[in-house]
């Protein structure tokens, strides 16, 4: 009997099973149901005639020959986007159409901005952008979701190329009648004892918020722990705890609502850097590295409260 072949979309969907080791988790950064991503991962094992992972309570098992395979199926994978790459090189410069992928904390305050100023000045540009969390950004990034992405560095990947674009202040928010809301800043002191709330984890800023809270005594509330910044910041509004929001976000939301106040943290720098990433070889790198000097033009224009790096 003549087994099926193996296909290279059935390898990334392995690849993204090892990544997220988590069958629906694997099968949304895939856009896929995941029913037919257990399936596809069956008839991957049917055209290899091999077991490939075993299912457990506490999530996904690759057997010793399933791991092999994997590292060899994201090598393949990150080649075949790299022949795509190469290709898309015939289209010089930031012409044409860029895959870029960000997360909701960051993308709706920063882009509008820089849209506008890329469609006033580079018409033929278009840029198709994906929301995702940031923990899935990278992966998707690898598998070719994505061309670029905006991401929190340093990127640790050496797959991954990235071009600094500025740095974020975080402030310390909390409800307009807090005691503490009519200070100009707040000194690293007074967060002991402190009730903060955070997002869940999955994004960067709630590994920088927990360890604030460990290092300065502060109490991080995890009953509560948020799924976006809007539902960070009506939790403070009603006075459930304070919590750390970014720049952009408070720029745009914090001064038009007036509910909750942010203010400077002294003692501690609290930022994050955002950077913009693509795969090493890739065909278009001179447009994205443009895209990236673009990208940092418009934030030393635009946007005072950032620090354009370079």
């Given at each position: 009997?003549?087994?099926?072949?193996?296909?290279?979309?059935?390898?990334?969907?392995?690849?993204?099973?090892?990544?997220?080791?988590?069958?629906?988790?694997?099968?949304?950064?895939?856009?896929?149901?995941?029913?037919?991503?257990?399936?596809?991962?069956?008839?991957?094992?049917?055209?290899?005639?091999?077991?490939?992972?075993?299912?457990?309570?506490?999530?996904?098992?690759?057997?010793?020959?399933?791991?092999?395979?994997?590292?060899?199926?994201?090598?393949?994978?990150?080649?075949?986007?790299?022949?795509?790459?190469?290709?898309?090189?015939?289209?010089?410069?930031?012409?044409?159409?860029?895959?870029?992928?960000?997360?909701?904390?960051?993308?709706?305050?920063?882009?509008?901005?820089?849209?506008?100023?890329?469609?006033?000045?580079?018409?033929?540009?278009?840029?198709?952008?994906?929301?995702?969390?940031?923990?899935?950004?990278?992966?998707?990034?690898?598998?070719?979701?994505?061309?670029?992405?905006?991401?929190?560095?340093?990127?640790?990947?050496?797959?991954?190329?990235?071009?600094?674009?500025?740095?974020?202040?975080?402030?310390?928010?909390?409800?307009?009648?807090?005691?503490?809301?009519?200070?100009?800043?707040?000194?690293?002191?007074?967060?002991?004892?402190?009730?903060?709330?955070?997002?869940?984890?999955?994004?960067?800023?709630?590994?920088?918020?927990?360890?604030?809270?460990?290092?300065?005594?502060?109490?991080?509330?995890?009953?509560?722990?948020?799924?976006?910044?809007?539902?960070?910041?009506?939790?403070?509004?009603?006075?459930?705890?304070?919590?750390?929001?970014?720049a952009l976000y408070a720029q745009s939301e914090i001064s038009r609502l007036g509910d909750v106040v942010t203010i400077p943290l002294k003692g501690r720098r609290i930022s994050r850097s955002?950077?913009?990433?693509?795969?090493?070889?890739?065909?278009?790198?001179?447009?994205?590295?443009?895209?990236?000097?673009?990208?940092?033009?418009?934030?030393?224009?635009?946007?005072?409260?950032?620090?354009?790096?370079?």
């Amino acid at each position: 009997m003549t087994r099926s072949q193996v296909t290279l979309k059935q390898l990334r969907y392995l690849v993204a099973l090892s990544d997220f080791e988590h069958f629906r988790k694997a099968a949304e950064s895939c856009d896929i149901s995941q029913p037919s991503f257990s399936v596809q991962l069956q008839n991957l094992e049917g055209a290899l005639g091999v077991r490939l992972v075993e299912r457990a309570r506490g999530g996904v098992i690759f057997t010793p020959l399933g791991r092999e395979i994997v590292a060899r199926a994201r090598r393949v994978v990150f080649d075949v986007q790299s022949i795509k790459d190469y290709a898309a090189a015939a289209v010089q410069g930031m012409t044409g159409t860029i895959r870029l992928g960000v997360n909701a904390t960051l993308g709706p305050y920063l882009l509008p901005r820089v849209l506008a100023a890329l469609h006033r000045e580079h018409p033929d540009t278009k840029l198709y952008i994906r929301e995702a969390k940031p923990t899935s950004l990278e992966t998707e990034l690898g598998t070719g979701i994505h061309d670029v992405i905006l991401a929190q560095s340093p990127i640790h990947n050496p797959d991954f190329e990235a071009a600094p674009l500025f740095t974020e202040p975080i402030f310390l928010a909390m409800s307009a009648d807090h005691p503490l809301a009519g200070r100009a800043f707040v000194s690293v002191a007074d967060l002991k004892g402190l009730p903060v709330l955070s997002l869940s984890p999955g994004y960067h800023l709630h590994d920088q918020v927990h360890a604030l809270c460990e290092s300065f005594g502060a109490q991080l509330i995890r009953d509560y722990e948020g799924t976006s910044l809007d539902a960070l910041r009506q939790m403070v509004a009603m006075d459930m705890g304070t919590t750390f929001l970014p720049a952009l976000y408070a720029q745009s939301e914090i001064s038009r609502l007036g509910d909750v106040v942010t203010i400077p943290l002294k003692g501690r720098r609290i930022s994050r850097s955002i950077g913009l990433v693509w795969r090493k070889g890739a065909g278009r790198s001179s447009g994205y590295a443009d895209l990236a000097d673009f990208i940092r033009d418009v934030v030393q224009k635009e946007f005072r409260v950032l620090a354009a790096d370079q």
